[in-house]
C-alpha cells in the first residue's frame, strides 16, 4: 500500500520544531574542529603502512583536512559541488569527505570494485566535476568512461605509482594539492571559514548511492541533521566513547561505513584503524583488537568455517578439548554474556574455558576486545551467532538500511536474539503496513533520491514515513521486529500460498556448505531452488574424502556432493513444513549451480545481495529444465573477468528431486 | 659496433640512456663444449633488454657471465665506461648488478621478510658481532634497511606474506619474493632469469606489470631472458637472439620478429 503524495508541507512544519544542531555542532567540520581542541593529540587515524602502523592525532587530522580543504577550493570547487571519491578505506580518502564538506561540496564515495561502465552511471548522474582516487586502477577505469561524463574536470589521485607517464593536464597528485593549498592558506582560509559557517543542520553531509538491488543506482542524499543525530543516539545507546578502536574495512561507499568511520568517529573521537591491504586483514584485526566492530554475516560465517576447519585439522587432545569447552559455552556463555543468573560450578567451569579454549580464540579471530559488535544486512544462522556469543563477543544485529542513516532497529544488550533484529533505535518511530511493509520515521531518514521526486515520493510520504521495502511484524511478547522478506519478492504461489523466498533460502545458507541459494516459485505450483556450493567448506570436505576435483564447476557437479546438497535440502524441507504459512515453499527441485554468482557478472550487488530478476533471466533455460522435470540441462554463460573481459562456460547440470514432506494436518490460510 | 650514445625517448615515454654495459666478443667454453661464440652486445640506461634463444642456446651462461659467476676465455665485458677485470660475483653485486635464478634460490625456511633483507646485505657495513649484539651502529641500520625492504614489500604487493616462510608459498609468489631480493639491493642493472617461467597467464600479468612499474618508477636497465615469445616482444625495448651458442639476432622487436635467421631457429629449417 502506498500513501497518496501530497507537496512536502507537513513534513517542513515538522522539521522547523527540530533541532538546529546537537550540542551546537552543526555539521562534520565544526566536530573536526572541536576534537581537533578537546582530543587534541589523541589518536583519530592509523593506517597500516612499510609494516607499522602510522598514526595521526586529531590535531594532525584537522592539519591534513585544512590543506587538502584549501587546495580543493584553490582548483575552483564551488559550494554545493559533488566530488566522487573511489578508493579502499584508507585515512587520505576518509579525510577528502569531510574536506570536501569543507569547501562547501558534498562526498559521493563509490564502490571502488565497481566496474567503469558502473562508475560511469554514478558519475555521469552525479555530475561530479571532481573525482579523488586511491590509485592507477582507479585513474584507468575514470580515464576510459570520462567521454561520457560532460561534467568532470578534475581528478586527483593518492598513489602516484605508475602515474608519471599520464597527461597530467586534468590529474593532480593528492600530496602536490595539500600543499598548494597550504601555500594558498592565507589567502583562502576566510573563504573556507566562510563555507564552513554555511553549512548547518539540514544542508546536505554526503551522497551515497544504493548498491541497487533492482534497476539503477539511486543517490541517497543524507543531510548533516541525519547523520549525527544517528551517530549521535546510536553512541549513546552503546555508549561509544573516544578510546573505542574500530577496523574500517567495509566499502566506504557504503552507508554504514560513513556512520561508523565518520558520523560516530567524529561524533565520539574514536580511533578509526585501517588495514595495510585487503589481503592482511586479518593479521591487521588481530593487532588492532578493536573494541566496536562491525561485519556482514558472511564474514562471521567464513571465520567459523575456518575455525572449524582448522580444528578438524588439530591434535586429538587438542580437538576434544575445543568439543568440551565449546559444548558447555553453548550451555552458558550467553546466559553469563547477559548477565542472567548461572550456577557456581558452572561459572568456575566457563572461567577455566575462558582460560584456556575462549581467550586464546577470541584473541587470534581479532574479538579479543570487542566490546560492541554488530551484524546486519542478510539473516545470520543461530547456530553461527550463538557460537560468538557463547565465546563472550558481545554480537548483536541491528536492521537497517541507507535512506535511515543505518539505525532502524537495533538489539539492546541483553535481549539479543538470532531471529529478531530488535527494538526501534532511540528516536524511530515504526509502522507496520497492511500488507506487512514496515515504514519508519527519525530524525536519520533521508532528505530526497538526488534528481528522482518520484522514486522520492514512492519511498517517502509527506509526514515523513519512509517505506523500507522489506516485510515483518513486531513480536507482540518481546516488542522486537521480525523481518521476512524484502516486501516485492514475497509473492503467492499459483495456489494462493505465501511465496518467501528469502526466508527458505536462509535456511539453506545456515549450512556451511551452501554459499547461496536461490529460490523460484511465485506464480508456480510448486518451488524449485538454485544452490551455490562453498568452495572451502566443500573443498576441505573433498580432501579429505579423497575425492579428486580439477575446477569449482567439477566439484560442484560431483555426485557425493549433490548427495550432501540433497541431505540439506531435505532438512530445510522439514523445517519449512513447520510453519503453517510458509510450508508450501519446501523445494521440490534443485541443482548446484556451476559457478558462483558474481557481482562482475551483475547477479548480485556489490554488497552481495542476489539480483533475483536478473539471476531468473539469465538462467531461464535452468529453471525450465527443473519445472519441466528433466533430469539434466546443457548450459553457456557468459562470465566477466575482473578486467572486464568476457569469457563462457559450459556445462551440463544435473537435476535432483527432492523429498517433499507433508504439512500436517491445518491447511495453510488462504 | 657503432656505439651510440645520444639518449632518446620512447613511444611510451621512458628515457632510455647512454650504453651502461658492453659485452665484446665473448667466448665461453666449457672444456671442448663452446657455450658462447663471439657475442657483443650492449645494453643502454633504462631500457629492457630480452635474451632470447631455443633451449641450450646459451641465454642463461651469458646471465652468468654478465653476473660474473662465469668468467668468459675471451672477450671482455664494459660497465659503466670502464673494462671490468675478473670479478667474483659478491664483488659483481656490490657493482650494482642484482639478478633472479631459473630455479628460485630463496632460504626456504626464513620468512619472506628475512628473505628480502638479505637482498639488502651489500649496503651493510657492521659485522656480525655487531648486528648479534644489535645495538648502536648495527641497529640503526638495520632500522634504515628495514625502510627499504618495506617500500620493496610495499611495491610488490608482499605485505599479506611478509612473516611468512617462503616454503609454504605458492611458486608464483616464490618468483615474485625473489624479485623483491633483488630489488632491494637498489640495483642499476637487474638480471632476470626467466622470470615467467611456469606462471599461469594472470601470473605472468602480474609479473609482467611489476617488471614494467621496477623500469618505469626506478628507472632501473633490466636484462631478462624469457621464453614466451609474447611476454619478450611486448616488454622489451630490444632483443639479443642466441641459437647454438651465436648470436643471430639483435634489434627492436619488430626487427627480430622479422629477421629470416630468428625465423628459422624458431621454427626449424631444411638443412639440404
Known amino acids: ?670 | 659496433m657503432s656505439a651510440v650514445a645520444e639518449e632518446y625517448i620512447t613511444e611510451d615515454g621512458r628515457k632510455i640512456g647512454a650504453v651502461v654495459m658492453e659485452m665484446k666478443n665473448i667466448t665461453l667454453k666449457f672444456g671442448g663444449v663452446v657455450a658462447i661464440q663471439d657475442i657483443s652486445f650492449d645494453i643502454r640506461q633504462g631500457e629492457i633488454r630480452a635474451i632470447i634463444g631455443p633451449n641450450g642456446a646459451g641465454k642463461s651462461s651469458m646471465l652468468n657471465v654478465i653476473s660474473g659467476f662465469y668468467h668468459p676465455q675471451e672477450g671482455e665485458v664494459w660497465y659503466k665506461g670502464a673494462r671490468r677485470p675478473t670479478m667474483r660475483p659478491y664483488q659483481v653485486a656490490a657493482q650494482g648488478i642484482a639478478r633472479t635464478f631459473q630455479n628460485i634460490a630463496l632460504f626456504e625456511g626464513m620468512s619472506v621478510l628475512d628473505n628480502v633483507m638479505t637482498g639488502r646485505l651489500t649496503h651493510m657495513n657492521t659485522n656480525m658481532f655487531q648486528q648479534g649484539l644489535w645495538y648502536g651502529k648495527a641497529r640503526a641500520e638495520e632500522i634504515a634497511n628495514r625502510q627499504k625492504v618495506e617500500e620493496v614489500i610495499d611495491f610488490l604487493e608482499i605485505q599479506a606474506i611478509r612473516k611468512t616462510p617462503v616454503g609454504r608459498l605458492p611458486y608464483g609468489l616464490k618468483k615474485r619474493v625473489e624479485l623483491a631480493r633483488a630489488l632491494a639491493a637498489e640495483p642499476s642493472i637487474l638480471l632476470l632469469d626467466e622470470p615467467m617461467a611456469g606462471m599461469n597467464v594472470e601470473e605472468k600479468e602480474d609479473m609482467s606489470r611489476f617488471i614494467l612499474d621496477v623500469n618505469d618508477e626506478f628507472g632501473t636497465t633490466i636484462a631478462l631472458i624469457e621464453h614466451d615469445m609474447g611476454v619478450v616482444m611486448d616488454l622489451s625495448d630490444r632483443v639479443v637472439v642466441m641459437d647454438y651458442g651465436k648470436k643471430i639476432g639483435d634489434g627492436t622487436p619488430d626487427e627480430v620478429r622479422n629477421n629470416q635467421d630468428v625465423i628459422d631457429a624458431y621454427l626449424g629449417v631444411a638443412h639440404d
Open chain 1, 1 to 670: 500500500m502506498r500513501f497518496a503524495t501530497q507537496s512536502g508541507g507537513l513534513w517542513e512544519e515538522r522539521n522547523l520544531a527540530q533541532p538546529s544542531s546537537a550540542d551546537g555542532y552543526a555539521s562534520v567540520p565544526s566536530l573536526l574542529k572541536r576534537n581537533a581542541i578537546q582530543f587534541a593529540e589523541k589518536a583519530a587515524y592509523r593506517e597500516k603502512e612499510f609494516g607499522i602502523w602510522q598514526t595521526w592525532s586529531w590535531s594532525e587530522t584537522e592539519t591534513e583536512i585544512e590543506n587538502l580543504a584549501l587546495g580543493l577550493i584553490n582548483m575552483g570547487v564551488n559550494p554545493g559541488d559533488h566530488i566522487a571519491i573511489i578508493g579502499r578505506n584508507r585515512p587520505y580518502l576518509y579525510w577528502s569527505m569531510v574536506a570536501a564538506q569543507m569547501a562547501g561540496a558534498v562526498p559521493v564515495p563509490l564502490y571502488q570494485d565497481a566496474v567503469a561502465d558502473e562508475m560511469a552511471y554514478v558519475l555521469g548522474h552525479c555530475g561530479a566535476r571532481f573525482v579523488i582516487v586511491s590509485d592507477q586502477e582507479q585513474v584507468d577505469k575514470v580515464i576510459e568512461v570520462q567521454g561520457e561524463l560532460h561534467q568532470f574536470e578534475h581528478m586527483i589521485y593518492l598513489d602516484p605509482r605508475g602515474m608519471r607517464k599520464y597527461d597530467h593536464s586534468h590529474l593532480h597528485e593528492y600530496s602536490h594539492v595539500q600543499e598548494q593549498g597550504h601555500a594558498a592558506r592565507d589567502e583562502l582560509r576566510p573563504e573556507m571559514e566562510r563555507r564552513i559557517a554555511e553549512l548547518d543542520y539540514d544542508s546536505k553531509c554526503v551522497m551515497l548511492y544504493t548498491s541497487g538491488t533492482t534497476g539503477k543506482p539511486k543517490g541517497v542524499v543524507l543531510s548533516n541533521r541525519n547523520i549525527i543525530e544517528a551517530a549521535k543516539s546510536s553512541a549513546e545507546f552503546d555508549n561509544l566513547r573516544a578510546g573505542d578502536e574500530v577496523l574500517a574495512y567495509l566499502p566506504m561507499a557504503w552507508v554504514g561505513d560513513f556512520i561508523f568511520s565518520i558520523g560516530q568517529a567524529y561524533w565520539t573521537g574514536f580511533c578509526v584503524n585501517c588495514p595495510e591491504s585487503a589481503e592482511t586483514l586479518t593479521t591487521d584485526l588481530r593487532e588492532i583488537g578493536p573494541s566496536y566492530y562491525f561485519a556482514p554475516p558472511r564474514v562471521f560465517e567464513g571465520l567459523l568455517t575456518q575455525v572449524m576447519i582448522r580444528m578438524e585439522d588439530a591434535g586429538r587432545f587438542k580437538r576434544n578439548m575445543f568439543h568440551y569447552f565449546m559444548n558447555h559455552a553453548k550451555k552458558v556463555g550467553p546466559s553469563i554474556l547477559d548477565g542472567k543468573p548461572v550456577g557456581a560450578m558452572d561459572r568456575l567451569k566457563y572461567a577455566l574455558g575462558n582460560l584456556t579454549i575462549y581467550g586464546p580464540l577470541k584473541d587470534s579471530l581479532g574479538f579479543g576486545r570487542v566490546r560492541v559488535g554488530y551484524t546486519a544486512g542478510e539473516a545470520i544462522g543461530p547456530e553461527i551467532f550463538e557460537f560468538y556469543r557463547s565465546l563472550g563477543i558481545n554480537l548483536k544485529q541491528l536492521y537497517g538500511q541507507t535512506e535511515a542513516s543505518v539505525f532502524i532497529t537495533v538489539q539492546p544488550d541483553g535481549e539479543v536474539r538470532a531471529d529478531t533484529v530488535g527494538v526501534p533505535a532511540p528516536g524511530v518511530e515504526l509502522r507496520i503496513a497492511e500488507n506487512g511493509e514496515v515504514f519508519y520515521r527519525s530524525p536519520g531518514a533521508f532528505v530526497e533520491y538526488y534528481k528522482n521526486p518520484e522514486s522520492t515520493a514512492d519511498t517517502k510520504d509527506p509526514e515523513g514515513w519512509v517505506a523500507t521495502g522489506d516485510a515483518g511484524f513486531i513480536e507482540e511478547t518481546s516488542g522486537h521486529l521480525r523481518i521476512i522478506d524484502r516486501a516485492k519478492d514475497v509473492g503467492q504461489m499459483s495456489d494462493g500460498s505465501m511465496f518467501a523466498p528469502k526466508y527458505v533460502e536462509n535456511k539453506l545458507k545456515f549450512f556451511p556448505n551452501v554459499l547461496e541459494a536461490v529460490l523460484f516459485g511465485a506464480g508456480r505450483d510448486k518451488c524449485v531452488a538454485f544452490i551455490n556450493i562453498d568452495l572451502t567448506a566443500v573443498g576441505n570436505w573433498a580432501e579429505r574424502n579423497n575425492i579428486a576435483y580439477a575446477s569449482y564447476q567439477e566439484l560442484a557437479g560431483h555426485p557425493q556432493v549433490l548427495d550432501t546438497i540433497q541431505s540439506h535440502v531435505e532438512e530445510v524441507n522439514a523445517s519449512v513444513a513447520q510453519d503453517e504459512m510458509l510450508s508450501g515453499c519446501q523445494i521440490h527441485r534443485f541443482l548446484v549451480l556451476h559457478k558462483e554468482l558474481d557481482a562482475d557478472d551483475g547477479e548480485m550487488t556489490r554488497t552481495r545481495k542476489v539480483r533475483r530478476r536478473i539471476v531468473e533471466e539469465k538462467f531461464d533455460d535452468l529453471i525450465d529444465a527443473l519445472y519441466t522435470g528433466k533430469a539434466e540441462q546443457y548450459t553457456e554463460t557468459e562470465v566477466t573477468y575482473e578486467d572486464g573481459r568476457k569469457g563462457s562456460i559450459k556445462a551440463t547440470l544435473t537435476m535432483r528431486d527432492a523429498k517433499i514432506v507433508p504439512v500436517s494436518t491445518k491447511v495453510a490460510a488462504e
